[in-house]
């Protein structure tokens, strides 16, 4: 079974604070995603990499980058925390025209 | 532009009753279609999916969809709804070039009554 792993299911920071989410796939997976969750809105895509060292901004990527310097880890990076980014953040890999596969979520909360 | 539409954002059935999920899209050539479900303060977990070939799919946990092209639909379907299965239910559309990437309808909450 593919597993996506999420370093935290719940976070809390401050605003300003630089954020770190990581996200670590094991099945060799060319892609990765970052998706935030919120009521009412469905996910929305924030970036995404389709090989090492390669991204893409996704359709809301103000405020955030990216990391991915090797192929099984995406890191999500909230370079100065607002609390209009506390959210559900989901990180998903997929490749070669398979489905996306997701991890079980980080619930981040900037206070 | 692609685009999902879930018009039912909570539906309440009986266990032991049908259930339908709608589900429309908006994209110009043959979509890839998808259907997730996301148990609280989980992930998404894939329930069918549809590429190709039979209209009809069938997925895990008693699930199936049918794609209809002429009315821009890939509705899911369950015979007979458990308890278990209370959650919430994402349609997605890929495109046909680069699958990998997906847009997400904005999810249909599903309760179930004893």
């Known amino acids: 079974d593919v597993k996506v792993t999420q370093s935290s299911r719940y976070l809390v920071k401050r605003t300003g604070e630089k954020v770190f989410l990581e996200c670590v796939q094991d099945m060799d997976h060319e892609n990765m995603f970052w998706y935030r969750q919120d009521p009412g809105l469905g996910l929305r895509l924030i970036y995404f990499?389709?090989?090492?060292?390669?991204?893409e901004k996704g359709d809301i990527p103000e405020g955030y980058s990216v990391s991915r310097e090797k192929k099984e880890r995406f890191s999500l990076i909230l370079e100065s925390a607002s609390t209009n980014q506390t959210s559900m953040y989901l990180c998903?890999?997929?490749?070669?025209?398979?489905?996306?596969?997701f991890g079980d979520g980080t619930r981040l909360s900037i206070l | 532009a692609q685009s999902v539409t879930q018009p039912d954002i909570h539906i309440t059935v009986s266990e032991g009753a049908s259930l339908e999920l709608r589900c429309n899209y908006s994209?110009?050539?043959?979509?890839?279609l998808f259907w997730y479900v996301q148990s609280p303060g989980q992930g998404l977990q894939l329930l069918l999916k549809y590429f190709s070939g039979d209209t009809l799919v069938q997925g895990i946990k008693g699930f199936e969809a049918e794609f209809k092209r002429s009315q821009s639909s890939f509705n899911l379907r369950k015979p007979s709804v458990h308890w278990s299965d209370a959650a919430e239910y994402f349609c997605?559309?890929?495109?046909?070039?680069?699958?990998?990437?997906?847009?997400f309808g904005t999810g249909t909450r599903l309760q179930v009554f004893p």
């Open positions: 998903a890999s997929g490749g070669g025209g398979q489905p996306q596969h």
């Open positions: 997605a559309v890929g495109a046909s070039y680069n699958t990998d990437k997906l847009i």
């Open positions: 990499s389709y090989d090492v060292k390669m991204k």
């Open positions: 994209y110009g050539a043959t979509p890839y």
